[in-house]
C-alpha cells in the first residue's frame, strides 16, 4: 500500500447478509462528507457490492506501472475492489487460495491511495483464510467494527468474530445492529422482527461499546441499489447513523 494512511478501521461480521458492506460504504462516505479523505478496500472477493452501493459499478482500474489507482467516487472518497477485475457481473470468481492471496498481496501492497485520513476496509464474513490473512498483512489497524442483526443466529457468528479480532490484538471500536425494527410506513407501529436489542446485550457481554441501531427501511434498500448512500438522505436511518459515526470519531479521537 503506498501513500499515507492514518488510520485504517476494518468492518466485520461473523456471517454474510447483516448489511456488513452497507455499513462500510455508508461509513466511508459519512466520514468523507465531514471532510476526511477516505479509501474503501472491499475485500469481499466472492461478493463484492460496495462499487454497486457507492455508484461506481462496471468501473476499470488503472495501472502505472505496477501500481494499481483505485477508482475515485469523489475526489474525497476511492475505492478498490475486486469487482472492479472480473469480466462482466455474473462471473463467478473460482479461485483456489494461493490465487486470492496473491491478489490480496497486490491491493494490500500495490495500490497508490495518496494520502488518506481512513482506510475502511470491509472484510468477508467468517472468520476463515482470507479475512485472517487481510487482517494480518493490514498493518496499524485502529481496530474493528462490528455488525450483527439482532437475532441469535447472527449473534452466534459475530461474537466469534470479536474473538477473532481479540486473538488478532485488534481493538474493537464498537458494534452496530442492523435491522434492528422496522416501522410500518401506514400505521406507524414499530415491529421488531429480528428480536429485541440483541446487539446491545451482547455487546455488554463481551465488553464492548454499543454504537447504535439502523432499522429495517425501504430508503436503505431503495438508496444501495442506486448507488446513492443512504447517509446522504434527510431521513431518520441517515440521522441515526450520523450519529454512530459521531460516537465512533469520539471513540478514536479524531473529530473536525
Not at 231 to 243: C, I, P
Amino acid at each position: 500500500m503506498t501513500g499515507t494512511t492514518t488510520k485504517k478501521i476494518v468492518v466485520m461480521s461473523g456471517k454474510g447478509g447483516v448489511g456488513k458492506s452497507t455499513v462500510s460504504a455508508n461509513l466511508a462516505y459519512n466520514l468523507s462528507k465531514k471532510g476526511y479523505k477516505v479509501g474503501v478496500f472491499d475485500s469481499d472477493f466472492h461478493g463484492p457490492t460496495i462499487p454497486r452501493l457507492m455508484g461506481v459499478k462496471n468501473r476499470i482500474l488503472d495501472t502505472i506501472g505496477d501500481t494499481i489507482l483505485p477508482v475515485e467516487v469523489t475526489p474525497d472518497l476511492k475505492v478498490i475492489s475486486m469487482e472492479f477485475l472480473l469480466l462482466d457481473n455474473d462471473s463467478p470468481l473460482i479461485w483456489r487460495g494461493p490465487m486470492k492471496m496473491n491478489i490480496i498481496n497486490q491491493f494490500i501492497q500495490k495500490v497508490d491511495w495518496g494520502a488518506l485520513d481512513f482506510l475502511v476496509v470491509d472484510l468477508p464474513p467468517g472468520t476463515g483464510d482470507e479475512p485472517l490473512s487481510i487482517a494480518q498483512e493490514l498493518k496499524d489497524v485502529e481496530g474493528a467494527l462490528i455488525v450483527t442483526t439482532p437475532q441469535e443466529v447472527s449473534l452466534d457468528a459475530v461474537r466469534k468474530s470479536v474473538n477473532f479480532a481479540r486473538k488478532l490484538d485488534m481493538n474493537i471500536l464498537g458494534v452496530i445492529e442492523n435491522m434492528s425494527d422496522f416501522k410500518c410506513p401506514h400505521c406507524g407501529e414499530t415491529i421488531t422482527m429480528f428480536g429485541v436489542e440483541g446487539g446491545r446485550n451482547m455487546s455488554e457481554e463481551l465488553g464492548a461499546q454499543y454504537l447504535g441501531s439502523i432499522p429495517l427501511n425501504a430508503d436503505i434498500v431503495v438508496s444501495g441499489e442506486k448507488g446513492l448512500p443512504f447517509s446522504n438522505q434527510d431521513n431518520t436511518s441517515a440521522e441515526l447513523f450520523d450519529e454512530i459515526v459521531e460516537k465512533l470519531l469520539n471513540k478514536i479521537g479524531d473529530k473536525r
